[in-house]
C-alpha cells in the first residue's frame, strides 16, 4: 500500500491509496469518516441499514409541515465547514447557516419569562431586571469560567484521544495539570452552578445544560460547566433548510468523494482473521475490506456484529445510556409570537425531574417541555399561518417501561402546561402529529435504548471509560460517533470521526 504522511499545523494529510473502507451507519460521525477518507484516497463504501443517510438526523413532511426529527441545536458549523474545504470545496456553495439574536425563551410556572441572547451585555441587562444587579454581575464570571473549562480543557477531551499518549505529550498539558481544582471535576454541575448564583431559576436555567449530553446536573460534573461556552461564547445556528441539510450536504459531498451507499443494507457480521479486519457482511454478502469505521452503537457491535473473538471492554460495555426523550412534532394552526425558536417550560423541580429519570426509569410528571420551532426561521416549514412544534421532554433510555400507558400520561401533562403559559387550548390546534419515543430511536438507529447520546456523563470518569476511536488489539478496527469518544452531539460526533480517521492514516501501513 502507498502511504504518503504530511503532519502540518496540527492538521494530518495523508493519501492512502487502494484501502478498501467499510462504514457501518451513515450517521454524522459515518459520513464525516466517509468524506475524510474518501479524501485521503481510499475506496469508501458506506452500508446503512435504513433507507435514508444521517442517522438521527433527519427529516420528514407530513401534510404541508417539514419537521427536524432529531438534533434542533447546531453548535461549531466550523467542524461541517472543515470537511468541504478538506475536500477542496467552499462550504458557502454547498452548506448555509443562519444565526439567531436569541438564544433561548425561558418560561416559570410562576410566570416568569426569561429570554438569553447571544450578547453578554444584554444577558446582564436583562438578568438584572428580572433577578438581582448582584445575580447579574455573577453571569460574566459564568461566561467567562465556562470559557476558560472550555478552551482547556478541549484539545485534550474533545479534539484528541484520550487513548493516546501523544495526546499528553505537550507542555500545555501543565497548565491543565495546575488548573484541575478550579475545573469543577469533583462537584456536580448543580453544586458548581450554585457557587455563582443564588436565585434557583438560574440555577435550574444554567443545570439545564447537563441534558446536552444527555445528563443529569446532580451527577455530573462541574466542568461540564464549559457547554454553555458553546452556546454563549461560540453562538448557535440553525442550518438554512434546516438541520437534516447537515447529514444531506455531506451525503452530497461524500457522493461527490465517490463514496459509495448501500442503503438498506444492515451490517449483520464483521469479519477478522488473526486479529485483522478482512470483510463486513450486509444482507446476507461478504464485503471484503481493509478498514471498518463503526458509526453503529458500541454496545450494538459487541452484543451484534463483532467476533466473540474480540475482546470485549467490560466497563465500557457497563456504562450508563445517556437519556432518551418522547418528541410530539405538531403542526400547528396559528402563529405565536411569544415562541421563538428555542423555548424551555421549566419544571417546579428539576431535582426530582432528573431522580425520576435516573432512578425510577419513569418520567416526571411535571416534565420540563421543550419546544422548537424552525419554521420561525425557515418560514416554508409550515403553511403560512402555521407554525411545526417539536416538542420534546427527557426520558430514561428504554428499559421495557410501559411506553404505550406513558405516551398519552406525557401528552396530557405537556398540552396542560402549554395551555396554561399560553392562555389557550392547543390540543384543536394540533393539524397533525407525529411521534418519536425510545423504542421508536432505538429501531431506526440501533441506539441501545434510544439513548440520544451514547453514554452518559453522570459519572466523573465517563469520559475515560467511553470507547475510544481505535480497537487497539485488531488491526483495521475504528469507532466514531455517539457512543465512541469523545461522546454525543452533533459537533463531538463530527470530531470523532476526526480523531479516527487521523489515527487511522497514521497507523495504517
Ligand atoms: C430527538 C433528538 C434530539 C437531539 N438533539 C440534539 C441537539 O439539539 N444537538 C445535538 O448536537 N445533538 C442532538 N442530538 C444527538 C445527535 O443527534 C446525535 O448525537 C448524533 O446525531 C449521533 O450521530 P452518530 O454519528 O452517532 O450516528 P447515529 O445518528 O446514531 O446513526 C447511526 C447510523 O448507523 C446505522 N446503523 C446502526 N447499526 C447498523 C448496522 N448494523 N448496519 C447498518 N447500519 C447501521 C443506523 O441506521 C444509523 O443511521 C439529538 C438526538 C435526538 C434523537
Known amino acids: 500500500m502507498y502511504l504518503v504522511f504530511i503532519k502540518m499545523k496540527n492538521q494530518t494529510t495523508t493519501s492512502i491509496n487502494n ?19 474518501a479524501v485521503a484516497g481510499a475506496k469508501v463504501h458506506v452500508y446503512e441499514q435504513n433507507s435514508y443517510t444521517g442517522g438521527k438526523v433527519t427529516s420528514f413532511e407530513k401534510d404541508g409541515f417539514r419537521f427536524d426529527a432529531g438534533p434542533s441545536l447546531f453548535t461549531l458549523p466550523y467542524l461541517v465547514d472543515d470537511l468541504f474545504k478538506l475536500a477542496g470545496e467552499n462550504p458557502r456553495d454547498h452548506f448555509n447557516y443562519h444565526s439567531h439574536d436569541k438564544v433561548c425563551n425561558y418560561f416559570w410556572r410562576d410566570g416568569t419569562r426569561f429570554s438569553m441572547y447571544p450578547q453578554l451585555d444584554k444577558n446582564i441587562e436583562v438578568i438584572s431586571s428580572n433577578f438581582s444587579t448582584m445575580e447579574a454581575s455573577r453571569v460574566a464570571d459564568y461566561f467567562s469560567d465556562a470559557a476558560k473549562k472550555y478552551n482547556l480543557t478541549s484539545p485534550y477531551f474533545l479534539e484528541n484521544s484520550l487513548h493516546k499518549l501523544s495526546t499528553f505529550m505537550t507542555l500545555d498539558v501543565l497548565k491543565v495539570l495546575r488548573a484541575i481544582p478550579s475545573l469543577g471535576l469533583f462537584s456536580s454541575l448543580d453544586e458548581e452552578n450554585k457557587k455563582y448564583f443564588k436565585d434557583p431559576k438560574l440555577i435550574q436555567l444554567f443545570n439545564r445544560y447537563a441534558t446536552y449530553n444527555g445528563s443529569s446536573p446532580f451527577l455530573t460534573p462541574g466542568i461540564m460547566q464549559m457547554i454553555t461556552h458553546l452556546e454563549h461564547g461560540l453562538g448557535t445556528y440553525l442550518p438554512r433548510g434546516g438541520m437534516h441539510e447537515i447529514s444531506q450536504s455531506l451525503t452530497k459531498l461524500a457522493l461527490k468523494l465517490g463514496v459509495e451507499f448501500h442503503l438498506g443494507h444492515k451490517v449483520e457480521k464483521l469479519t477478522s482473521v488473526q486479529n485483522k479486519m478482512v470483510g463486513v457482511q450486509a444482507n446476507g454478502i461478504e464485503h471484503p475490506c481493509d478498514t471498518v469505521f463503526v458509526n453503529s452503537d458500541v454496545k450494538h457491535a459487541y452484543s451484534h456484529l463483532l467476533p466473540p473473538e474480540i475482546k470485549r471492554p467490560k466497563k465500557t460495555l457497563k456504562q450508563e445510556p445517556s437519556s432518551s426523550a418522547l418528541i410530539f412534532y405538531w403542526g400547528i394552526k396559528g402563529s405565536f409570537p411569544e415562541l421563538d425558536l428555542h423555548n424551555i417550560f421549566f419544571s417546579d423541580d428539576y431535582q426530582k425531574e432528573f431522580d425520576a429519570i435516573q432512578h425510577n426509569g419513569a418520567f416526571w410528571e411535571d416534565p420540563t417541555v421543550y419546544v422548537n420551532i424552525t419554521s420561525k426561521l425557515e418560514k416554508t416549514d409550515a403553511p403560512i399561518g402555521h407554525e411545526n412544534w417539536f416538542v420534546m421532554i427527557n426520558v430514561p433510555s428504554n428499559q421495557g417501561q410501559a411506553w404505550d400507558d406513558i405516551i398519552p400520561k406525557v401528552k396530557k401533562s405537556i398540552l396542560d402546561r402549554l395551555n396554561q403559559e399560553l392562555g389557550i387550548d392547543i390540543e384543536p390546534l394540533i393539524m397533525t402529529e407525529e411521534l418519536l419515543d425510545p423504542r421508536s430511536i432505538e429501531r431506526k438507529t440501533s441506539s441501545v435504548g434510544g439513548a440520544l447520546y451514547g453514554t452518559s456523563s453522570n459519572d ?50
Do not use: Q
Not at 473502507?21 to 477518507?37: C, K, N, P, T, Y
Not at 460517533?481 to 459537533?491: E, F, M, N, T
Open 19 to 37: 484501502n478498501r473502507v467499510a462504514v457501518v451507519g451513515s450517521g454524522i460521525a459515518g459520513l464525516s469518516a466517509a468524506i475524510r477518507a
Open 460 to 509: 466523573r470518569m465517563a469520559a475515560f471509560f467511553r470507547h475510544p476511536n481505535k480497537k487497539s488489539s485488531v488491526h483495521g478496527l475504528y469507532f466514531c460517533g455517539g457512543s465512541a469518544h469523545p461522546g454525543g452531539g452533533v459537533p463531538l460526533c463530527l470530531l470523532s470521526a476526526k480523531i479516527a480517521t487521523d489515527w487511522w492514516l497514521e497507523n495504517d501501513e
